[in-house]
């Protein structure tokens, strides 16, 4: 059995577990016109982040919610401690996530040090920039995501709860939801994307061919890794592996991150008038754009 662990922030865990007893706009932390969820960002937080030190040798990833985030957060997890030959630590960074003594001590980590985070492009600090960090942008076709989301909504009492997809599906396309709108989320990186040190990966191609697209990772990020070692890094990482060893690496959280991972469940949800107003969205905001090609709309979204 794989040797796995996990050290990410207990109490960030607890928080999103909980079940406060206030109404929904309350579970929301408003910052800068964007919502967080208040369980686990804060003000505080957002304030020191302004000053985060990054380094070049930092891991960075960056995606909407329910992008496939945790997944590339594990196979970079998997990717580091074959290199070194060490037990594999699920050793998470969310950077807008837990308090001021957390973000302190993220200073003396050993390098490399994996973030992820899904700040809108503005507000991620600007030394990752300075510091040429290489910066992985994870995306994923809107209508699976929403429907991802959704569901979350539904695991974590920490967030808003909705009585029904319809009322989501309004909040969705307003950008009414934590982290603001998906349509804005990726428009701001489709500007941002030619830069050296950041690269756009889509959950529908990792979905189709895991082990292309964790040499592209490795290569990306100077990790030299060799055939074999890319081909245990497969086999680990496959959502059926992550799945069965996600009680041991995200406790009580497991459920609600690792549900499904398919591609195509929109369908169960969306009604045909949801789905026709979600593509009007994209060709607005998306068509045409470097990022909107690469999401391969027509195959993923269409009936």
């Not at 989301?149 to 396309?173: E, G, I, N, Q, V």
């Not at 592209?216 to 496959?238: G, K």
Request: aromatic share 12%; proline share 4%; hydrophobic share 35%.
């Amino acid at each position: 059995m794989d040797q796995l662990k996990q050290t990410v922030d207990r109490e960030a865990v607890l928080n999103l577990l909980q079940a406060p007893n206030k109404p929904p706009e309350e579970l929301l932390l408003n910052y800068k016109g964007i919502l967080y969820p208040g369980a686990v960002c804060s003000k505080e937080l957002f304030e020191a982040l302004e000053t985060f030190e990054a380094r070049n040798d930092d891991l960075l990833i960056c995606s909407s919610p329910k992008c496939g985030t945790n997944w590339v957060f594990q196979i970079l997890s998997e990717m580091v401690s074959i290199l070194k030959n060490k037990e594999t630590v699920l050793d998470q960074l969310t950077l807008e996530f837990g308090n001021l003594q957390l973000f302190e001590s993220n200073k003396a980590r050993p390098s490399p040090r994996i973030f992820s985070t899904h700040l809108r492009f503005p507000t991620i600090p600007k030394s990752f920039f300075e510091k040429n960090t290489k910066i992985l942008l994870v995306i994923r076709n809107p209508k699976d995501a929403a429907t991802s989301y959704y569901r979350f909504h539904k695991s974590l009492p920490a967030l808003p709860t909705y009585d029904s997809w319809d009322l989501f599906f309004k909040d969705y396309m307003h950008g009414n939801v934590c982290y603001g709108s998906y349509f804005d989320y990726v428009a701001e990186w489709n500007k941002h994307i030619d830069g050296d040190n950041v690269m756009a990966i889509t959950f529908e191609e990792m979905k189709t061919d895991l082990l292309a697209q964790l040499k592209t990772i490795s290569e990306f990020y100077r990790l030299p890794l060799t055939e074999e070692q890319l081909c245990e890094v497969e086999r680990r990482t496959s959502f059926a592996s992550m799945k069965q060893k996600s009680e041991g690496t995200h406790g009580k959280l497991s459920e609600a991150f690792f549900r499904k991972g398919q591609v195509g469940d929109w369908k169960n949800l969306f009604t045909e008038e949801q789905s026709k107003e979600m593509d009007e969205k994209f060709q607005q905001k998306l068509a045409g754009t470097k990022l909107g090609d690469l999401l391969n709309y027509e195959k993923y979204c269409k009936f």
